[in-house]
């Protein structure tokens, strides 16, 4: 989504395929994509998380950085998840230790504002201090017939369910995607 576009074309870009793939639109997903596309246009705003070679343009080592920066930037949606782990009037705030210096860069480039808790629902939801910015650009960047996609009630009402297996097929078709541009970039000659 990030190949030669704006970046309120590669958001829109993200979000189409969300939808396509998962009938869900994961809003830390997207703000994360929007982090890495913003960075790769403007690379003062880039976070140094995403500021690699193999992130910014296809080769051979892109598919394990990615795999490695997938793990990274779970941790985030994972202290979401533990927060709803108890019950009743307890509160928890998880605690990250890790010498991962790019991790520990990642989690600086996101300043916490604030979190939205709701019991019943048991979820939590972790707002950023740019998270403004993210959500104009999400607005600016989804056509009228996406944010009806996005509001249908007959969607909405849909169980959200994807399959092992459909999921391993998907990971394995970007992947290879990844592999293939890679290796058109390796071949001399216009591309």
Known sequence: ???????????????DFCLDNFDAMPLKELYFGWKALSGFADKQTRMPIFDEPALRNPNADSTN????????????RHCETLMTE?????????????????????????PLRALLIHDKARKVEAIFDDEIEFSTCLDRALSNETKMRI?????????????KHDLSYL??????EVKKAAKARAQPGPH
């Open 86 to 110: 108890r019950k009743g009037n307890q509160f928890m705030i998880p605690v990250v230790t890790t010498l991962d210096d790019g991790l520990l860069k990642a989690i600086k480039s996101c």
């Open 1 to 15: 989504c990030g190949s030669g576009r704006r970046v309120d074309e590669g958001i829109h870009c993200q979000v």
């Open 65 to 76: 950085r990615i795999s490695a920066l997938a793990w990274d930037l779970y941790m985030f």
């Open 151 to 163: 509001n249908d009630p007959v969607r909405i009402a849909r169980p959200k369910r994807i399959s």
């Open 171 to 176: 990971i394995n078709s970007l992947e290879s």
